[in-house]
């Protein structure tokens, strides 16, 4: 729902801000607006900056009759519709306007001529959204605090004053708007107001209009084409704005000098110079506006700290409290926010957190740098836009298992089929609560485009076999479609059981790249880190290829602090599946076989059997000199990562 609030009073806008009931008050994105409902409807949010001309930005005194189009005037040049105007006046008073008409989760491609000076590279231009209203004003405030960067960098901005959004409906097809850029959006606006005692709810089907104060003077291509701005001037301003932009903590993906104001001072023919002879310049337009990627490492890191927090609360959010386009279901027995991804797919995110559902749609995922993790199978690790790695593997449910059906263990596979990918799920969760170790699932997905396969390949049994098996809810469709891929997601396992705690990740255990992202430790000692373990290994024959910073687990103690060994060497922590293990020498035969027989036996006494088992299913936890951690038996731990073909021995999971 969005925040309720009282009408606007008499003498708005006289009051200061800090005065305001706290009723009226609401906040998104490190910004507080006065929230208030104008006579002619809608919604108007009004920054400290606005307040003082809150009467003046009444819809009444700049849209109605449209206002902003009949006495102001549209910006030659500018990125979608924006209007300068000056208010009606009220009380002898006006306000001079930047209207500008929220493009939001439009597909706005971004124009960056060749000569443009920018690193930016052309796969994140093409990647690229424009901000919400209230994202774009949240940025721009964070850049005008200028908290980020050296103190001696100021950025001379717009005054963000307010957002309007009128009470007028549309279809999408007219706001031209991709539903699922929106509800992404709608979601990040939901995690950012989770705590707040009144939230505002972004409408799909409503025009958001930003108002900024205008900056006297003129853009400084305008005094470039008529001669007062020359070329290696321009050019040297474009390359010190993007720099001074940068050392701040920002970008903006289409800077030009377009959204750069310059001005001349009354009765002045030069134009305006800072002490040092610079040009003083003012920024506009900030659809594009970003934090630069060292900045948005902080930010990254709030993510992730948001990510383990929700997991560690582990509770389930009542239905009535889910985001409309959200829904809790269960398959199995297992709980999931089940909703749609932005290309048409589904998703079923494990737990009952809606606020883990964007962790794990698909470009998320699916358009970062991948590692194959398997010589056969379509398995792979990536580290997500949210800086998590996990593990995605492409189900074969559905795929007949071409094996030989004489011999007796493949037999029995062809008899069994592939589990599907909710079975897969529901025996991960099942065998860790009889004391089993496994990897985490996190999510299933299944694409938005058909995928048809040969005939000879097709297993039908799981998908008539779950025909009657309804998605609960709107859709009412099977879970299991023969029509399409499904795909699983699993933390990626980096030799400690990623159980929440207050640290961090894990309780207890942090790897060297988030230890270096929390300056905990400095670039130096991180890579010191790195080559020492590396020889280390390479002394006990893995010669693996690079060790990334991710793979080496530091034990803490209760303050952070990473732990030492006799040595004064920290104590370390990686992940070596069995069959690496075994062929690297650091398992002999007799270990191998003991600890495939335990696991089969550790199955069988819950009632379960492993098909296939192999060394590459057993996810080890060792030190740099090849020593295992063991349990309190003394046994090898091992962690079991794959589900595809494990079966309960005398009645199905499913």
Known sequence: MRPQSEPFPAGVGVAPFDALHPGLIVRAFGVDYGHVRPPEGGDLYVTRYGWPYAAQLLPANWYADKWYVERG???????GTVYHVATRPVGGRTADLVVKFSRMAQDVPIEVASTFPSDIPLDQLALARVNSPLEEFGLVM?????????????????????????????????????QGHFQAHRRLLAEDQ???????????????????GWIKGRDAEEYFLEGEVGEDDLRRLTLRVIAELGRKGFRVLDSKPKHFILRKPHGSGRLLHLHDGQLAYGLVDFEFLQRTPEHQKQFKAWRRRTYWNMLSRGSRIPAAEFPTDLEPVEVFGVPYVYGSSPDGGKVWVVGGDPGLF?????????????????????????????????????SRVGIRPRIDPLVERDKRVREHGFNSPFEEVAIAERLRQMGI???HPRAICRTGHLSAKASFMRDRRRFEDRAANL????????ILSPDYDYYTIWDYYQGVDPEPGTGGA????????????????????????????HRRLLAIGLTGGRLEQHEIVLSLDRQGRPLLDAAGEPLVTL?????????????????????????????????????????????????????????????IVATLCNFELIRGLYRPFR
């Open 73 to 79: 005037e549209r910006l030659p040049g500018a990125t």
């Open 194 to 212: 989770e705590h707040a005692a009144k939230a505002i709810e972004l409408d799909m089907r409503r025009l958001y209009v930003l108002l900024y």
């Open 471 to 478: 998605v609960t809810g709107r859709d009412r469709e099977p």
């Open 506 to 533: 894990w309780s207890g255990a942090a790897d060297l790249e988030r230890l270096l992202g929390d300056g905990v430790i400095d670039e130096s000692a991180c890579s010191g880190m790195v080559e020492r373990t």
């Open 142 to 178: 964070e850049l005008r605090r200028g908290a980020y960067g050296p103190p001696g960098v100021r950025i001379l901005t717009q005054r963000p004053l307010a957002i309007y959004a009128p009470p007028d409906e549309y279809q999408l097809w007219e706001l031209g708007r991709n």
């Open 358 to 394: 964007d962790f794990f749609l698909p470009d998320r995922w699916r358009r970062t740098p991948r590692i194959k993790l398997s010589l056969g199978n379509e398995v792979y690790k990536t580290r997500t836009r949210d800086s998590l790695y996990v593990t995605y593997r492409r």
């Open 575 to 635: 992940c070596v599946d069995a069959l690496t293990a075994y062929e690297s020498d650091l398992l002999d035969e007799r270990k191998y076989r003991d600890l495939m027989t335990g696991v089969e036996e550790r199955l069988k006494a819950v009632d379960c059997e492993i098909l296939n088992l192999s060394g590459s299913h057993l996810l080890l936890s060792m030190d740099p000199d090849g020593r295992f951690h063991l349990d309190e038996r003394g046994e």
């Open 437 to 439: 170790r496994t990897t």
